[in-house]
């Protein structure tokens, strides 16, 4: 339950980096005049909006790293399931382990099954 949150809050800190980031004014291309970013009449003034995005840049930053380091810790409290073969019991022989021969006798080969009804060889 907990890493479901912690993992709403990542993914939602992680959207809206990426929205700010794009909104700032750059060197090279400036996504950001494109909403407004760049005109000195914005909300923010002239100056306000790159101070104001930058910082909550850095705000969402620091709670993008903070949820990273929080589902780190939660992934290794996690017990992962064993497989459904090592839960199954050893299986046990119902047939008697053949007898080991005499000293200096060679073993028995085994016989050979019966070919089946309908073959000629």
Known sequence: MLHSIVLIFH???CLLIISLVLLQ?????????????GA??????ARGSANFLSRATGI?????FITCLTLAYLSTERT???????????PQSTSQPAPAPAPGELPALP???APP????N
């Not at 000195?40 to 003034?45: D, I, L, M, P």
């Not at 969402?60 to 993008?64: D, V």
Request: hydrophobic residues 40%; glycine residues 20%; aromatic residues 6%.
């Open 117 to 120: 009804a309908g073959e000629n």
């Open 80 to 90: 992962v399931p064993g497989s459904l073969l090592e839960s199954l019991p050893a």
């Open 60 to 64: 969402l930053t620091a709670l993008f």
């Open 111 to 113: 016989s050979e099954p």
């Open 25 to 37: 004014r750059g060197k090279g291309a400036e996504a950001g005049t494109g909403f407004g970013a």
């Open 11 to 13: 993914v939602a800190a």
């Open 40 to 45: 000195s009449g914005t909300v923010f003034g």
